[in-house]
């Protein structure tokens, strides 16, 4: 594909601008339903180990963040809380699920 050596006109530059706000606006009403659909299926995902029983709810002692740990085999359990990055110990306050 050449480029034309010729400058655009400004109708040609709006057309181009309103094009690719047009796109952005695609992009972002697609990517508002994928997360949409993420948090969804994250909520389903929760309540299901929830209901097996196959979830720890630690409160950080730090900044009383509620943390959610997947209690099944192969995963580790974090050291670090996510919200504030201190390490959390393992005098943690449980909410429900399994103590280790």
């Known amino acids: 594909m050449t480029r034309s050596k010729q400058k655009m006109t400004m109708r040609q530059v709006e057309d181009a601008l309103n094009t690719i706000a047009e796109r952005q606006n695609q992009i972002a009403h697609l990517l508002q339903n994928l997360l949409q659909e993420a948090e969804k299926q994250n909520t389903i995902m929760l309540n299901l180990l929830i209901d097996l ?19 099944m085999k192969g995963l580790e359990r974090d050291t670090h809380c996510p919200y504030c990055q201190k390490a959390l110990d393992s005098n943690q306050q449980t909410l429900f699920g399994e103590e280790e």
């Open 53 to 71: 029983d196959k979830i720890e709810v630690i409160i950080c002692p730090s900044c009383e963040g509620v943390i959610n740990f997947p209690t």
